[in-house]
């Protein structure tokens, strides 16, 4: 019996042993050991749990055994939980958002929108040439920009449209008649008018019947005479207006006194008060004086002129006139004058010259400011209207030049305008 059941629990052994997992579990409360064994010591591993993971709470103690309470968790790690290489870790936190960056200010950035910065420089329209050409037959869509001599003389034109503060008074003087002093004296200031936008006159000084006013088209009788016996009555622009004509370039002339009786009588005090008068209205004024230096009208030009004009042919004896005179300025005081003095040589007649051009104009440039050449062209020869539009390329492109070289002294003459009370005695 006893080995029957002997053999029976035997054949059950299999049957109610416990699992593997259980035959060696771990105990987790001390005194749970089997006897003659000791107890394993209890292990808790910290666990890192990513921000927002629930919390794993510890098993309840078993009965009867004291509750160990747990030790307080560092923040964002659990007390019980499986080993840190089961879970992994949580991904660092993204950096903080760039702050969007501010306004770069450079050397030529003020912080405020700047054209130069932000428009490209657009080629200029091409004025001459073939490149005018093409720019005209493709409609615009092929500009090859301007060429050497437009930029040439659209530089010349910059010069001239400088600008003038107050008033500036241009002497066109000559002791020798038939030299294209008048002529000179249209042609400068009919480029000045044309090419600026502020206001030209053209004076006639001359006692002996200038030819001034015969040289644009006529738009009234008036004379410089006129203008001083109304020139209380006269506080506008519009008041002026009706005592002189203009022509196509806008440039306007006030003629002198067609009798030669009353043209003798324009003295220094009346050329005085007939430019305070002009002063008001206009910027640049032209002068063309007479003949005679020693005349009372010519004494009145000296003494408020900030440039002065001689013009002279290429001839022997207009150059040795041309000469004396700059020797006769300079002996009476005029030599500051002198030194602002542009001598204009003009060619009254077609063909070869005689006298060594060259040569004339080293001889004055050594005392004045500057030598210019005017070609001869058969519209000025005429002695008529004068009308740049008919002048040949040089011609006008010679007195553009003329016009440059006068502005270029506009700058430097703003402390040198005389006060009309303050004139020499």
């Known amino acids: 019996m006893t080995s029957d059941n002997t053999n029976r629990v035997a054949r059950r052994g299999p049957s109610w042993a416990p699992p593997a997992a259980a035959q060696s579990p771990a105990p987790s409360v001390a005194g749970d050991a089997a006897p003659g064994v000791a107890p394993r010591a209890e292990q808790r591993v910290p666990l890192r749990v990513a921000d927002g993971a629930r919390r794993q709470e510890p098993p309840p103690p078993p009965p009867g055994?004291?509750?160990?309470?747990p030790p307080l968790p560092e923040e964002g790690v659990a007390s019980w939980g499986p080993s840190p290489a089961t879970v992994p870790e949580a991904a660092p936190p993204p950096p903080p958002a760039a702050a969007p960056p501010e306004l770069a200010v450079g050397p030529r950035h003020s912080g405020e929108i700047d054209r130069d910065m932000l428009l490209r420089p657009a080629r200029r329209r091409p004025q001459?040439?073939?490149r005018r050409v093409v720019y005209g037959l493709t409609g615009g869509l092929v500009n090859p920009g301007e060429s050497a001599e437009d930029i040439r003389r659209r530089q010349l034109v910059e010069r001239v449209n400088q600008p003038i503060r107050g008033v500036y008074r241009i002497a066109m003087v000559s002791l020798k008649g038939g030299v294209g002093k008048t002529t000179a004296t249209v042609g400068v200031g009919s480029t000045f008018a044309s090419l600026r936008g502020d206001h030209v006159v053209a004076v006639d000084a001359n006692p002996d019947r200038g030819t001034l006013g015969g040289r644009i088209p006529t738009q009234t009788t008036a004379t410089v005479r006129d203008l001083l016996n109304d020139a209380e009555n006269i506080h506008r622009y519009s008041d002026v207006r009706a005592f002189t004509s203009q022509g196509p370039s806008r440039l306007e002339v006030l003629a002198s006194e067609r009798d030669p009786h009353k043209a003798e009588a324009f003295s220094r005090d009346d050329y005085r008060t007939a430019l305070g008068v002009l002063e008001s209205f206009f910027s640049l004024i032209v002068t063309d004086c007479g003949t005679g230096l020693v005349h009372g009208a010519m004494q009145g030009v000296l003494d408020t002129a900030d440039a002065?004009?001689?013009?002279?042919s290429p001839a022997l004896d207009a150059a040795m006139a041309a000469d004396a005179t700059l020797n006769w300025l300079t002996a009476q005081g005029y030599g500051e004058l002198v030194a602002r003095t542009v001598v204009v040589i003009s060619s009254a007649s077609r063909g070869p010259q005689t006298v060594n051009i060259g040569q004339?104009?080293?001889h004055f440039a050594a005392k004045t400011r500057a030598v210019h050449t005017i070609p001869f062209d058969q519209h000025l020869a005429e002695g008529s209207e004068v009308d740049l539009d008919?002048?040949?390329a040089a011609t006008r492109e010679a007195f553009v030049e003329l016009a440059a070289l006068l502005?270029?002294?506009f700058p430097a003459a703003a402390g040198r305008h005389h006060d009309p009370h303050l004139l020499r005695g």
């Open 128 to 130: 001459s040439g073939w």
């Open 360 to 362: 004339l104009v080293e």
């Open 308 to 312: 002065l004009v001689l013009v002279s």
């Open 407 to 409: 502005a270029d002294d």
């Open 390 to 392: 008919r002048l040949s």
């Open 65 to 69: 055994a004291e509750a160990e309470p």
